[in-house]
């Protein structure tokens, strides 16, 4: 078998490393290299916002800052009234965020065969439920609206709720049970605070018969 002797193997060795070595140098000469490093405002001033996903809009300066939080109440929560008597509540919208609040629509939802809406609070009356439009609430401030409503004379003993709800474009992301307050009212035969008239003529009459000048005028008279 025929063998090449070592310094022909030497000699192909380092012909082989050099014409590796020659073409890594034409390729670096012929690929243009920064001179410097990029830097982070040279990518940012190449972005868009539609480069980005939703969550990394508010690294632009047009983002509003602040956050929307609110509480919605109604006082009392729980009534107990009798037919034919008249109550009221108080539905509270309080702003606890450092947004103020824009455009929302606060409704009250309640069965008009059960109760009829006497005042409003300058609201909307409509089928079974009232609504207010809200203009503006400013942060840390609070909205309200009071309502006065009767019970039919032949009401029955029963419960029935009534139903606060808010609306609006800037709270859609705050969970509806956040925004839904509820109250109930119980009606019942309330007792009568007053004594019975006859019952009282036939006490005191008693009281003056047994009394000594009762018992005097009893004797003469017989």
Known sequence: MFTYPPF??????????????????????AIPQRTTEPE??????????????????PMF???EEGEVALRISKTPENRDTAP???????VELENLGSKDL???KVEERYDAS??????????????????WEIDEIDSGNVWFARIE?????????????????????MIKEIPSSSRMATSSVTVVDLPETGADMSTLLAFLVAL???????IKTFRNLS
């Open 61 to 63: 300066a047009h983002e």
């Open 149 to 169: 409503a009767e019970v039919p004379n032949d009401a029955e003993n029963n419960s029935f709720s009534v139903t606060s709800y808010v609306s609006g474009d």
């Open 84 to 90: 034919g008597s008249r109550f009221t509540w108080q």
């Open 114 to 131: 059960r109760i009829s809406i006497l005042d409003a609070h300058e609201g909307e009356i409509e089928e079974n439920k009232i609504s």
């Open 102 to 104: 824009k455009n929302l």
């Open 8 to 29: 022909i193997m030497i000699l192909r060795s380092a012909i082989l490393g050099i014409s590796i070595a020659a073409a890594l140098v034409i390729v670096m000469i």
């Open 208 to 214: 003056a018969i047994v009394s000594p000048a009762g």
């Open 40 to 57: 982070l405002s040279d990518f940012q001033s190449e972005l868009t916002e539609s480069d980005l996903p939703p969550r990394l809009f």
